[in-house]
């Protein structure tokens, strides 16, 4: 198993919606970022989240992070067409120091118009 | 803005050939890695270099892999003899001096193993 499995692997919706997308890991972490990637390009950072923090909010983006259970959600309000990306939540495991950065597999997410 | 850019952003090459990768970070980060994506697949942590040295690596970044800041401002991904499963983007990032602070991507090379 890895660290940072996200569910649903895809989803989706109809604009105006809201979407939601779960991250789950397995050790004890420093930070969770979540990133976007449209199809074929590269890696666009969201947001991040630290240990010590519980939620997050950065214009249509809510992240929180549980870490009890070990996950994190990424919520994205009132979405759009251009929205349509695959999503990633990476953690920053607390025995690599920063040097070491661990993806989930995704959500793929299709907006409607 | 500042970024991370990469060059060449596609790459085709024959098996067993060596390639090498560029990526130039953004020039006041420390923290510089490198990670693949298999097509379809999902990004793997290769490499990350600090201070002139590797500071952590994955077990795909075996003794075919290397990487260098031969300047300032380069960073450079070697693969010595290529496979056929070496085909994937490749993502160079870099990170400022606090290392749990976020990480700047690059756009990717794409490369291609024949």
């Known amino acids: 198993s890895q660290q940072g499995e996200e569910d649903p692997q895809a989803l989706s919706i109809q604009e105006g919606e809201n979407a939601t997308m779960n991250c789950s890991y397995k050790?004890?972490?420093?930070?969770l970022q979540w990133y976007r990637q449209n199809s074929g390009r590269g890696l666009v950072h969201l947001i991040l989240?630290?240990?010590?923090?519980r939620e997050k909010h950065s214009g249509r983006l809510r992240v929180t992070l549980d870490t009890s259970k070990k996950s994190s959600s990424l919520l994205i309000t009132a979405s759009r067409a251009a929205d349509t990306a695959s999503y990633f939540c990476?953690?920053?495991?607390?025995?690599?120091?920063?040097?070491?950065?661990?993806f989930g597999a995704g959500t793929r997410l299709f907006v409607k118009a | 803005e500042p970024e991370v850019t990469q060059t060449p952003s596609h790459q085709v090459t024959q098996m067993g050939q060596e390639v090498i990768l560029r990526c130039v970070p953004i020039?006041?980060?420390?923290?510089f890695y490198w990670y693949r994506q298999i097509l379809g697949q999902k990004v793997e942590f290769l490499v990350s270099?600090?201070?002139?040295?590797?500071?952590?690596k994955s077990e795909i970044f075996d003794d075919q892999f290397s990487v260098e800041r031969p300047d300032g401002s380069n960073f450079t991904l070697k693969i010595r003899s290529t496979k056929l499963e070496d085909s994937a983007m490749y993502f160079c990032?870099?990170?400022?001096?606090?290392?749990?602070?976020?990480?700047?991507f690059g756009p990717g090379t794409r490369l291609t193993v024949l």
């Open positions: 990032a870099s990170r400022d001096r606090d290392a749990y602070n976020e990480q700047f």
């Open positions: 050790t004890s972490i420093n930070n």
């Open positions: 020039s006041n980060h420390l923290y």
């Open positions: 989240i630290r240990s010590n923090e």
């Open positions: 270099f600090y201070n002139n040295e590797i500071s952590e």
């Open positions: 990476a953690t920053d495991p607390r025995n690599t120091g920063g040097f070491k950065t661990i």
